[in-house]
Structure formats: C-alpha cells, structure tokens
C-alpha cells in the first residue's frame, strides 16, 4: 500500500470506529429503526450526484432487484440490528463482534456458494468463536434485562454482513462501485421511510442524538463508503479487508475516550484471540507448515 493508501486506511477504520460511538449516543433517543432511517437517508441524499449519468442511471434500473437485496441486508438489517445492540452493549465491545463478519462470510460462502474453506481456515474459525465465547461468557444471560439478545443482535448483524458479501460478489461484481455504494444506499433509504416514520420518538430529540446521528451519515457512511470503494480501487481487496482488524481498536479507543467505557483484561484477551482467529481464517495470517526432510534409506 502507499502512504496515501495507508492513511486512508487509517482514516477509515477510525470513522468506522466512531460509527459504534455515534450510535451509542443517539440510538436511546431516536431508536434503532428511525436512527437508521437518518443514516441512511442523509446519506443517500450525498451519495446519489454521483448517479446523475444516463449509464448509471440505467443500471440501477437493470439492476433495481439486486441493489433492493443488497441494500436490505447490507446496510438496513444489520445496522439496525447494531443500533439495537448498542442500546445495550457498550461500543467497543459492539465492534469486536462485528469484527467477526469474515468467519460467516467465509462460512456462508462455502455452504451457498461454492466457495472452497482450506483447512487453516477452519482453525481461524474455531479461533475466532473462541474469542467470542470469552469476550461474551459471563454476559449471555438471556432473562429480561440481560445481554444474551443484544449480543445476538451484533452476531446477527455480522451473518447479514457475510450473506450480502458473497451476494455481491457471486451477483453485482459486475456493477461499478459508485451504482453499487450509491444505489444501494438510496434503496436502504426506501426501505426504512415507512417504518422509520412511524416509529419515529413523540418525544423531542436533543441537539447531541442529532450531532450524532448526523456523524454517523455524514461521516461513517457518506465518507467512509467513499473511502472504501477508493481503497479497494487503488489497493486491492485483499490490502482493504484489513481494516477488520484497525475498526474494534479504534472503537474501543474512542469508547475509553469519549465514553469512559472499561478495558478489562477479558475484552484485550478475547479481542486478542478473536482478531488472530479472523486473520488466520481471512488468509492475512499464514501459518508456515514445516517441511519434513526424507531420512536417505542405509
């Protein structure tokens, strides 16, 4: 990567490390439906000039079921299932299961889509789940006011993440990044009007929820979808997918910061496995096999 690659990079994994802020602040105020709405929806709204071409106009209308697809499972499913984990859940912790998504895109694609798991992969994941189970053991309580649900939320968020990876991959490749970022965007923006405005909060949201809820369009989706498409342009995919693993250590950063969230010795140990988990299943991390030398025969 070059330098301008790398901070970019940098850069990236920071604005999606305060997404995880952003919600935490709003989410209690606006909701999780009706904060994704706003999302979604500034959003769209920015990222939509980049369409005003008659090619790429035309492929959103060839393409509108696709874009309809992957804008739900993508973008509104997940992020509202996140919205509703960190109702609960504190921000860092949040994003260390979301840095799971390789594992079930990894796992989905070699159950639906032919995609072959070599055999260090199954160790990553096996690492990885570990590394959830320590970071969640002693939370999964599943009685009325526990975490078990919200926790499940985040790990539901990471398998839509993984379903509408492999979908793209198999179905949109073909497409531009630009149709697919703004295009899919602005279908998330449709999907979420209805129910959005009915749950919308009766009671008056403050300026903060708003500063917030604006970041999180504005700058961890708006900008950082920018960002994402152009490092995956100019460094390749493989270079790009690092950012997995700069995201939860920058949430859990900004979380102590702005927040005051706690960094126990459980969370840097779960993070620690489930992060080499994730590396060794997504290929950035190799294990070497040791070369068996033949005895010559006397």
Do not use: D, K
């Given at each position: 990567m070059s330098p301008a690659d790398t901070l970019r990079l940098i850069l990236l994994s920071s604005l999606w490390g305060m997404s995880f802020i952003f919600m935490r602040v709003a989410?209690?105020?606006?909701?999780?439906?009706?904060?994704?709405?706003?999302?979604?929806?500034?959003?769209?709204?920015l990222l939509i000039p980049l369409l005003l071409s008659l090619r790429y106009l035309k492929l959103v209308w060839e393409n509108k079921g696709?874009?309809?697809?992957?804008?739900?499972?993508?973008?509104?499913?997940?992020?509202?299932?996140?919205?509703?984990?960190?109702?609960?859940?504190?921000?860092?912790?949040?994003?260390?299961?979301?840095?799971?998504?390789?594992?079930?895109?990894?796992?989905?694609?070699?159950?639906?889509?032919?995609?072959?798991?070599?055999?260090?992969?199954?160790?990553?994941?096996?690492?990885?789940?570990?590394?959830?189970?320590?970071?969640?053991a002693n939370r999964l309580d599943f009685a009325l006011g526990g975490d078990g649900w919200f926790i499940l939320s985040a790990l539901g968020a990471t398998f839509c993440y993984g379903a509408a990876s492999n979908y793209s991959k198999t179905y949109l490749s073909h497409l531009p990044v630009r149709v697919l970022a703004a295009g899919s965007t602005a279908m998330s923006a449709l999907i979420l009007l209805i129910p959005g405005l009915l749950l919308w909060p009766t009671e008056p949201i403050s300026g903060l929820a708003w500063a917030n809820g604006l970041g999180l369009a504005v700058f961890s989706t708006t900008v950082a979808f920018l960002l994402y498409f152009g490092l995956i342009s100019s460094a390749g995919a493989t270079?790009?997918?690092?950012?997995?693993?700069?995201?939860?250590?920058?949430?859990?950063?900004?979380?102590?910061?702005?927040?005051?969230?706690?960094?126990?010795?459980?969370?840097?140990?779960?993070?620690?496995?489930?992060?080499?988990?994730?590396?060794?299943?997504?290929?950035?991390?190799?294990?070497?096999?040791?070369?068996?030398?033949?005895?010559?025969?006397?």
């Open positions: 989410v209690p105020e606006f909701g999780p439906v009706p904060l994704i709405l706003v999302r979604m929806g500034v959003g769209a709204l696709g874009l309809l697809l992957l804008g739900l499972v993508n973008h509104v499913l997940p992020f509202v299932l996140l919205a509703l984990a960190t109702v609960r859940l504190e921000a860092g912790f949040t994003s260390l299961i979301n840095a799971t998504t390789p594992i079930f895109t990894a796992l989905l694609g070699a159950l639906f889509f032919t995609t072959p798991v070599q055999r260090q992969q199954y160790l990553g994941l096996a690492l990885a789940f570990i590394g959830v189970y320590v970071l969640s270079a790009t997918s690092t950012v997995t693993f700069l995201v939860p250590v920058s949430a859990l950063l900004w979380g102590y910061l702005l927040l005051g969230e706690r960094l126990s010795m459980q969370i840097l140990v779960g993070m620690a496995i489930t992060l080499v988990g994730t590396a060794v299943a997504t290929g950035i991390l190799r294990l070497r096999r040791r070369r068996v030398i033949p005895t010559q025969e006397q």
